[in-house]
């Protein structure tokens, strides 16, 4: 069987043909990224007319708006905190530690009125753990715990990405153990005299 060459002629005019409409387009993309694309959110309803331009930001300098109903970093506001340990219980990923303590005295009350009787010696999320559900911030009795808009937190070493949100150091929370402690002596010893002196009555 006869073999055919197949043979391509390229003439000069085809190569400066080629060459031209190629660096047509890139001329053009040079010439467009002179007009830059505004951070605007997706929701913008200028997002889609920005077609030309460059779409790559000057970060940190620049960043794009986060949603309304973005899930971040979570805050929690102490002094509005009743230590009730809703979130703790909800959370999927255990990733909230709280210890309590009672109060022996009025502590008073948080921004909505509730209140306080509890303090947290300990109160930790872990952000490295957390799967941003926000199921502990709809628990939350009195909305002090919240998603911030606070997304770029990396760190090197990840034991700091635990957030303390204790309202004592750890001397006031040795103090308030001990006080409570000492209450709950005081209130046995009441008890076991009052036990005592009901039955020396009898
Ligand atoms: S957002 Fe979800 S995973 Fe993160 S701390 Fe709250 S309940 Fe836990
Ligand atoms: S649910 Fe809210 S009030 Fe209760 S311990 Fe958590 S952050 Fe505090």
């Known amino acids: 069987m006869e073999r055919t060459a197949v043979k391509h002629k390229t003439g000069f005019w085809d190569v400066v043909k080629s060459l ?23 929701s913008d309803e200028n997002y889609f007319k920005q077609k030309d331009g460059l779409v790559t930001l000057k970060y940190p300098y620049e960043a794009i708006p986060v949603p309304d109903n973005g899930r971040y970093r979570l805050h929690n506001e102490i002094d509005d905190c009743i230590v009730c340990d809703l979130c703790a219980k909800v ?43 926000g199921l502990c911030t709809t628990v939350c009795p009195t909305d002090c715990l ?22 004592l150091t750890p001397e006031q929370a040795e103090e ?18 009052a036990l005592a002196a009901r039955k020396s009555n009898k």
Request: hydrophobic content about 35%; some cysteine.
């Open 20 to 42: 031209g409409s190629g660096l047509s387009l890139t001329w053009s993309h040079f010439l467009k990224a002179g007009n830059r694309r505004t951070p605007e959110y997706v």
């Open 91 to 133: 959370c999927p990923v255990n990733c909230i530690t709280i210890e309590s303590v009672k109060a022996t005295e009025d502590i008073g009350t948080t921004s909505d009125g509730t209140k306080k009787r509890l303090y947290a010696p300990t109160f930790d999320i872990d952000m490295a753990k957390c799967c941003y559900c």
């Open 146 to 167: 919240t998603m911030t808009p606070v997304y770029d937190f990396s760190e090197v070493d990840i034991k700091n990405m635990v957030y303390h949100f204790t309202d």
């Open 176 to 193: 308030k153990k001990q006080m409570f402690a000492k209450q709950q002596e005081e209130m046995a010893a009441a008890k076991a005299a």
